[in-house]
């Protein structure tokens, strides 16, 4: 029995990578979230260095969960499978597993990634908030910008804790406001939440980063690491703009939408944040 979730944004995606279109698939064919630029790394426009700035993204996720050869890895919301591929090419005697509740996804990860030599990948079908993995089975959980699709935070971070082992780490990144924002946008979705849900789904954005270390603090995790990385983020938003319109999407999501997500970024009213937790 297959699963999925109701992500319009995916539709749009899968079915270009599916036609072959040559700028979607250069960009979003393996990883499907924000790149990441800083000074020795500046954006010049491409889907080249697009496709480069979200690989350095994924790393960084990585490196702030401590991930090395011989762990047991689990990633969460794991898309296409870019992290685990990029793990699979970097480690060594690592077990490798991407959780996603979309089947069309996990087909395509399936279909795209194999392990190295002396590596696992395995993908698995299932929801972050009941993870299908017995207790203590991960060294590090990873989840690269998907968390404000889960329907729960709070169950997220004890489902993560659960599968990890003592000792083990929490890493992630996802979109938080400031304590400004926070009204501002619960009375932006009262108005436009049914828009934005047609568009990209089931999204909460709407937790300010100490209520989000609140909810990781109750689940057993530590708060280990925080990085404000918004501004590195920022080149994103015309590459998304330029490939919504390539792909026929309503120019006033392309344009208005993404420009209004941008906008907020650049005000600091919406932050990205990556962020670290510990089980002792």
Not at 6 to 32: A, I, M, N, T
Request: some cysteine.
């Amino acid at each position: 029995m297959t699963t999925s979730i109701d992500l319009p944004y995916f539709d749009v995606l899968l079915e270009g990578l599916r036609q072959g279109h040559p700028d979607l698939s250069l960009g979003f064919g393996r990883h499907v979230h924000w790149g990441y630029w800083d000074a020795e790394h500046p954006a010049d426009g491409t889907m080249v260095d697009f496709s480069a700035a979200a690989e350095r993204l994924c790393r960084r996720v990585c490196d702030a969960g401590g991930v090395r050869d011989g762990q047991a890895i689990l990633d969460v919301g794991c898309g296409l499978g870019g992290t685990v591929a990029s793990l699979n090419e970097r480690l060594e005697g690592v077990r490798l597993a991407g959780l996603n509740i979309d089947a069309r996804q996990i087909a395509l990860a399936r279909r795209e990634v194999h392990a190295r030599r002396g590596n696992e990948v395995v993908f698995h079908e299932g929801d972050a908030c009941k993870m299908p993995f017995p207790d203590a089975s991960f060294d590090v959980v990873l989840a690269v910008e998907c968390a404000f699709h889960f329907p729960s935070r709070a169950k997220f971070f004890a489902e993560a804790r659960r599968v990890l082992r003592p000792g083990g780490v929490l890493s992630l990144c996802d979109f938080l406001p400031s304590r400004l924002a926070v009204p501002i946008l619960r009375a932006q979705d009262l108005v436009f939440g049914g828009y934005v849900r047609n568009v990209v789904g089931p999204t909460d954005v709407s937790i300010p980063l100490d209520r989000y270390l609140a909810l990781a603090r109750e689940a057993g995790l530590t708060p280990a690491l925080e990085e404000d990385i918004t501004r590195n983020t920022l080149p994103t938003y015309p590459i998304l703009q330029k490939i919504a319109l390539e792909m026929g999407v309503h120019g006033l999501t392309a344009k208005w939408g993404v420009g209004a997500m941008s906008l907020v970024s650049r005000l600091t009213l919406l932050r990205y944040l990556i962020l670290s937790f510990e089980k002792r």
